[in-house]
């Protein structure tokens, strides 16, 4: 291999360049599973920091340095929380609310997506748009007329004060993405079990359900996650441990002199765990979800 410059020719051996162009990949490689490795530390740490904490003593965890690792592990934190502590009925309320509003999300959003994806009237437009700002509002925005609502129906303090908050927000964003997902579905589906006699119900249960069910099974989890964690609403539309969500009971954690950092990690573990073993169970159809209409063929 020869090179020319200046009008005179050099020759560069074969070898070299291609040791070069190894060493490069090797360079980029190496920098790439470097900066993977760096993420996921930053990413795992905090949660690992939260076992390690939940397994720590009183004296141990106000320890000054602070230890990577429990010289002497205690499941005493855990005890507290379940034994001691209105934990599990927490745990209960939040599985109410989140199974409830994502069901509730994903059957009144399936309806409207189909709706809007396949049934041409004037306005439509105007309607995905209007749920589009609701989707883009902050949640701090409308609790307080949220709340004046859920006192006048008597709904504080109850599952349908919580549940229906939450609606306001995960059904417009179920209704966006399902409408998406049905449009990008193939109208020969629909068209061919229209000729063989179906229904547009039967087309819809049937038919365009089953082809959506990977983007169902997304959003539903997206739905459940969001309101296992939500917050805000949890604090201002409870009084007491009788429907208080998980994330609302942390909060008022409280110990005799100071303030029980091992049994908030403990807590913090045991409601994270379930997320992350639902995430693990469905991640394939998250993927497919996720994916899903983004290549038309």
Not at 94 to 123: D, E, M, P, Q
Request: glycine share 6%; with cysteine; proline share 6%.
């Amino acid at each position: 291999m020869s090179t020319t410059i200046s009008g005179q020719s050099y020759a560069v051996p074969v070898a070299q360049v291609r040791a070069r162009s190894t060493g490069g990949q090797t360079l980029r490689r190496i920098g790439f599973w470097a900066l993977v490795v760096i993420l996921m530390i930053f990413c795992l740490f905090p949660f690992y920091w939260a076992i390690v904490s939940s397994l720590k003593g009183d004296l141990e965890l106000f320890q000054t340095p602070p230890t990577l690792f429990p010289h002497s592990p205690t499941l005493q934190n855990y005890n507290d929380v379940l034994f001691n502590r209105p934990f599990p009925h927490n745990v209960w309320n939040s599985i109410v609310v989140s199974t409830v509003n994502t069901l509730l999300s994903l059957l009144v959003g399936t309806f409207c997506g189909y709706a809007l994806a396949r049934i041409r009237f004037r306005g439509r437009s105007l309607v995905l748009g209007f749920i589009l700002a609701v989707v883009t509002f902050p949640t701090i925005s409308i609790i307080n007329p949220l709340f004046v609502e859920m006192r006048n129906f008597g709904w504080i303090n109850t599952y349908q004060g919580l549940i229906g908050p939450y609606l306001v927000f995960s059904l417009p964003f179920s209704v966006w993405l399902l409408t998406t997902f049905f449009r990008d579905l193939p109208r020969e589906v629909e068209e061919a079990s229209l000729v063989d006699g179906c229904t547009h119900i039967q087309t819809m249960f049937l038919v365009m359900i089953p082809l959506a069910t990977p983007a169902m099974v997304t959003i539903g989890l997206l739905n459940f996650i969001s309101s296992w964690n939500e917050l805000i609403y949890a604090l201002t539309f409870t009084v007491d441990d009788s429907v208080r969500t998980v994330p609302a009971a942390i909060i008022y954690f409280n110990g005799q002199y100071s303030v029980p950092w091992g049994s908030i990690m403990a807590a913090s573990v045991l409601v994270t765990v379930p997320l992350i073993a639902l995430v693990l169970v469905f991640q394939g159809r998250i993927v497919a979800g996720l994916t899903a209409g983004s290549v038309k063929g």
